[in-house]
């Protein structure tokens, strides 16, 4: 176990805290709007459906503004300092909802959660840009998959608890105070402990340092990564950009649906109580984080063992968590609403597939161009920001009442017909090489690296 390690391990931890803070929310607006299916003692909101809707997607529009800046912001003043600025900010907004809730109403509430997404933003290109320096190659879809399947546990964790919390002593504002206090507490932490790269770590030894800088072979010092000029237009002209934008912007529209819509939906039309709607809301994705493990896993044996080279890789695994996922969507649209137990199983293979698209779209930025992985991902992220702020307007639009299934269908519908396009479109354009326009004068291409040598770093790191 090295210091690239437990790194990571800070940041599945931060995937955890970050899910955790953002889905919160459509948890306790059950709450927040049925007091008598939580705990009666505290306030009640006469929030309509569409209301709702917009509270819900109010943190996409925070998060759509600074996604873009992010990954330019990570290299300029390094992802740590950026990272613990959005986790404080983050949590404080979460813990001033309940207070927001009371002395402003909805449209306060709107603007807290437009404060949190401003900061939660800045988390996924930081998190690639950290990747890219901390992570060899041949470990990326183990690492980064551990980390972003943080993001999975997180939602598990926040909506089995969120539900039990509700309906405790502290009820529905517990929630909020809950959340934001394990955010202030991973930051202190982070703050000690937390490295931008292997060159700034305190705790990391040579041997371990050189094994790092020998697999990427490119520079991975911040003071370093600062003088390199992003190439806009070779980017703005590669095919395999466009093709991971679309694949982002569908998986995105996907989780913003089924993280927003489907508590509403187990409680109004699967008819369970807030309590059985909150675990079996949970339920789908504790799968999902299974299965992001065993695909985690594979994805590096295919590739190491060079049965599938890693375009090929990505193209599969994001079929899994595309075509396989949709299918699943696609008949649970078409079941009779009296079949809550065979829904709740559909529910559970569309999400729990779903993690096969984190080892193919999510971490192409990382093959196609390590030395600006941070702002790729800014760019893509800013397309599925966009669909996850869409998303949840639309199911509001078409749901006008939670209890019609006929409604529901026409949300799942067109989240598998996106799905079913996007990964289409990924198969046919995307790539998993890393681009030519990575390199620079200031970043050159490295030479070919021994790998007999490379093989003994390992082992010593």
């Known amino acids: 176990i090295g210091v690239r390690h437990f790194q990571c391990f800070l940041l599945f931890i931060l995937s955890n805290v970050n899910h955790g803070l953002r889905s919160n929310t459509p948890i306790a607006i059950v709450a927040m709007t049925d007091a008598q299916a939580a705990n009666p003692d505290f306030p009640e909101y006469d929030w309509t459906p569409s209301t709702q809707s917009y509270i819900l997607s109010s943190f996409f529009w925070g998060y759509l503004i600074s996604i873009l800046p992010a990954g330019l912001l990570a290299r300029r003043f390094g992802a740590k300092t950026v990272l613990l600025c959005a986790t404080v900010g983050s949590s404080l907004a979460c813990v001033l909802i309940p207070t927001g809730a009371e002395i402003g109403g909805w449209g306060l509430v709107c603007a807290l959660r437009m404060l949190q997404g401003l900061f939660q933003g800045c988390f996924n290109p930081c998190l690639h840009t950290l990747l890219s320096v901390w992570v060899p190659p041949s470990e990326r879809s183990r690492l980064a998959g551990f980390v972003y399947a943080g993001g999975f546990l997180g939602n598990v964790v926040t909506t089995a608890t969120s539900g039990l919390i509700a309906v405790s002593a502290v009820g529905w504002p517990g929630i909020y ?76 529209w996907n989780s913003g649906t089924m993280t927003t819509q489907v508590p509403t939906y187990i409680k109004n039309v699967l008819n369970y109580d807030m309590k059985e709607s909150a675990l079996l809301s949970a339920l789908p994705y504790f799968v999902k984080w299974l299965t992001s493990f065993v695909f985690s896993s594979l994805s590096d044996f295919v590739i190491n063992h060079k049965y599938l080279s890693i375009g090929n890789s990505r193209k599969f695994f994001n079929s899994i968590g595309t075509y396989g996922s949709g299918l699943m969507l696609v008949i649970l649209a078409l079941l009779p609403r009296d079949q809550p137990i065979s829904a709740i199983v559909l529910l559970i293979f569309s999400v729990g597939l779903s993690s096969g698209a984190m080892f193919g779209y999510l971490l192409n930025h990382l093959d196609l161009s390590p030395i600006h992985a941070g702002i790729l991902m800014g760019i893509s992220n800013f397309a599925g920001t966009g669909a996850s702020l869409i998303a949840p307007l639309f199911a509001g639009a078409v749901l006008n009442d939670h209890k019609n299934a006929s409604e529901w269908q026409i949300v799942f519908f067109v989240a598998a017909g996106l799905k079913f396009i996007g990964n289409t479109l990924f198969i046919i354009m995307g790539k998993g090489d890393i681009q030519p326009w990575n390199y620079s004068k200031d970043n050159p291409a490295p030479p070919i690296v021994n790998k007999e040598q490379q093989k003994s770093n390992k082992e010593k790191a």
């Not at 982070?190 to 305190?202: A, D, H, I, Q």
């Open 177 to 252: 105070y809950i959340s934001g206090s394990i955010g202030f507490f991973w930051a202190v932490l982070y703050f000690f402990t937390g490295s931008s790269s292997p060159e700034e770590s305190l705790y990391i030894s040579s041997t371990e340092k050189c094994y790092i800088q020998t697999c990427l072979g490119q520079v991975t010092a911040v003071r370093l990564i600062r003088k390199i000029k992003t190439p806009w237009k070779s980017v703005f002209s590669s095919a395999c950009v466009y093709a991971l934008i679309i694949a982002h912007f569908v998986g995105s």
